[in-house]
């Protein structure tokens, strides 16, 4: 009888982490990506994804730097998450403009001028059928068409992120390779993105 497969404590660790997409961007990169949004003379910043609170910690540096107080908001799925953003360095007022929520269910369009994100890289096998479904609505409510059911939970954040929006507005993303040359999305997404 073979043995049952016996996993470190990290390989666990890691795959409590891989469930809920939580890997947090390094500091250099979320700095870059706020400046983007500086450029365009934004002076807030919404975050779909705030986890441990990356671009709201790049947002206070910057801010010092070049002598702006960006509006911080945004939303998280996970409480849990924000508590490692206090850990981080945040104070409860800087988080005092993030709801506890669902972006991608929750989100309204054309509604913010500055979007910044690392969204949860969830793929689709570790979707539950009932959010599947409701991500299918949500497509079919946004762009009128659903995607291929191999869409990961990113995909659907950049389709509620570019449709949030305002007009003038900017986002700032973390993206994959695969929305240009992968199965999911090639033409459809494109297409799909220029109606937004
Ligand atoms: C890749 S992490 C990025 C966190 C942080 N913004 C950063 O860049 O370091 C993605 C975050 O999205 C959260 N999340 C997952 N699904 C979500 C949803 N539907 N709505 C809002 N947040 C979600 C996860 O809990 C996780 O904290």
Redesign the pocket.
């Known amino acids: 009888m073979r043995s049952p497969i016996r996993h470190s404590k990290a390989w666990i660790e890691r795959e409590a982490l891989r469930e809920?997409?939580?890997?947090?961007?390094p500091e250099w990169i979320?700095e870059a990506m706020v400046a983007y949004l500086a450029a365009g003379g934004h002076q807030t910043l919404f975050?779909?994804?705030?986890?441990?609170?990356?671009?709201f910690r790049a947002a206070k540096t910057l801010g010092r730097e070049i002598g702006k107080d960006f509006a911080l908001s945004g939303?998280?799925?996970?409480k849990a998450?924000l508590s490692e953003a206090i850990e981080s360095g945040l104070s409860h007022e800087d988080l005092l403009h993030v709801r506890i929520?669902?972006?991608?269910?929750e989100s309204s369009p054309g509604t913010i001028e500055a979007v910044v994100?690392?969204?949860?890289?969830?793929r689709h096998h570790r979707l539950s059928n009932g959010l599947k479904g409701k991500l299918r609505e949500f497509c079919f409510k946004s762009i009128d068409t659903t995607l291929d059911g191999r869409a990961g939970?990113h995909v659907y954040f950049l389709i509620a992120g570019l449709r949030s929006l305002s007009s003038g507005g900017r986002l700032a993303f973390i993206s994959t390779g695969r929305y240009c040359g992968g199965r999911v999305c090639p033409e459809t997404l494109e297409m799909d993105i220029h109606q937004l």
């Open positions: 809920k997409g939580q890997f947090w961007t979320a975050d779909p994804a705030v986890g441990a609170g990356a671009f939303t998280e799925i996970d998450a929520g669902d972006f991608l269910l994100a690392n969204p949860p890289y969830i939970l």
